[in-house]
């Protein structure tokens, strides 16, 4: 599955529809690239983070998942990543 980060639709970017997929001068992202984006986006809530890691971990194919992790362990601190502690 693709994913496309920018869909244009000013009349001097014009998109096209192409059987449900949205065709434009923007560069099409992969999975990964794509969870990499929104975990970029939502790192400013630790809830909304580990929400969105999760689901990204459950949509990502075995070897994805190994570069997202290592991905996210080197861009963003333990803090954001580990379980929140319920007392």
Not at 15 to 24: D, E, G, P
Not at 33 to 48: A, G, N, R
Not at 57 to 82: G, Q, Y
């Given at each position: 599955?693709?994913?496309?980060?920018?869909?244009?639709?000013?009349?001097?970017?014009?998109?096209?529809?192409?059987?449900?997929?949205?065709?434009?001068?923007?560069?099409?992202?992969?999975?990964?690239?794509?969870?990499?984006?929104?975990?970029?986006?939502?790192?400013?809530?630790?809830?909304?983070?580990?929400?969105?890691y999760?689901?990204?971990?459950?949509?990502?194919?075995?070897?994805?998942?190994?570069?997202?992790?290592?991905?996210?362990?080197?861009?963003?601190?333990?803090?954001?990543?580990?379980?929140?502690?319920e007392?």
């Amino acid at each position: 599955m693709q994913y496309i980060a920018h869909v244009l639709t000013f009349p001097q970017h014009p998109c096209v529809a192409l059987k449900y997929k949205f065709v434009s001068n923007q560069r099409i992202m992969n999975q990964l690239e794509f969870y990499q984006t929104v975990l970029q986006k939502v790192s400013f809530d630790k809830t909304l983070f580990r929400k969105e890691y999760v689901k990204a971990l459950s949509d990502l194919s075995a070897s994805d998942k190994l570069k997202l992790m290592w991905w996210c362990n080197r861009e963003f601190s333990p803090i954001v990543l580990s379980p929140e502690k319920e007392y």
